[in-house]
């Protein structure tokens, strides 16, 4: 069974810090996609990044950047420079991958409250 | 393109009630799932339909059932409501194989 666990329940910074949020996942299936979520108070997951278990590469995409370990199965996400709107709630997710495709059921963390007070 | 729409937003219904939501997916998207979202429990996986079959099934009774249409659209449907299904009800979409994209969710409340 699949097992997605985010240690921290909530996060509190203030406003230009760089604030790294972890998870780690278990699965037995050799292929995998990892996702990071974010969900602000109207409701709606907005999607932030994926990464395949096949790649290890680690990449910047503007204020966001992930740490993928395979040997840790752990899938961190760092925000540098936060502003008040990162303000939300992140989900930490991960799906198998069958043939290379994601099949439709995603199993989430319990979730990281990041608050960034100005 | 417009994004994933679901109907109603808000729901309030009374125990023992049947409740059925919809869903609209991304324009050629043709995998839908369902996810429902509570304090206690968290986010978690309903069912997942793709070209109108059920691909594959959370750990929920019975009374959580689902379909899809030949347009993609898809409908889940709760019978016998309890107390503890009150909760936020998210529909993710996507094309074979890439990334879901979530809708704004349907909040049911059960009296």
């Known amino acids: 069974a699949q097992k997605v666990t985010q240690a921290q329940t909530e996060i509190s910074v203030v406003e230009k810090e760089d604030v790294t949020l972890d998870c780690v996942y278990e699965?037995?299936?050799?292929?995998?996609?990892l996702f990071w979520y974010k969900q602000p108070p109207s409701g709606e997951l907005v999607f932030l990044i994926r990464r395949n278990s096949f790649d290890e590469q680690n990449e910047i995409s503007g204020r966001y950047s992930w740490n993928f370990q395979k040997s840790t199965s752990s899938f961190n996400f760092t925000i540098t420079a936060s502003q008040v709107v990162d303000s939300a709630v992140y989900f930490c997710?991960?799906?198998?991958?069958?043939?290379?495709?994601?099949?439709?059921?995603?199993?989430f963390g319990q979730g990281t409250i990041l608050t960034v007070h100005p | 393109k417009a994004g994933v729409t679901q109907t109603p937003r808000y729901l309030i219904k009374t125990r023992g009630q049947q409740v059925t939501l919809s869903c609209s997916p991304i324009s050629g998207h043709r995998s839908v799932s369902w996810y429902q979202q509570t304090p206690g429990q968290g986010l978690q996986f309903l069912f997942e339909y793709f070209s109108e079959t059920q691909r594959n099934k959370g750990n929920f009774p019975g009374r959580f059932s689902g379909r899809q249409f030949s347009n993609s659209r898809s409908e889940m449907n709760v019978s016998t409501l309890e107390l503890g299904d009150s909760a936020l009800y998210l529909c993710a979409s996507s094309s074979q194989g890439a990334t879901q994209y979530f809708g704004p969710g349907t909040r049911l409340l059960v009296l």
């Open positions: 699965t037995r299936d050799t292929t995998y996609y």
């Open positions: 997710a991960l799906s198998e991958a069958k043939g290379g495709t994601s099949y439709g059921k995603l199993t």
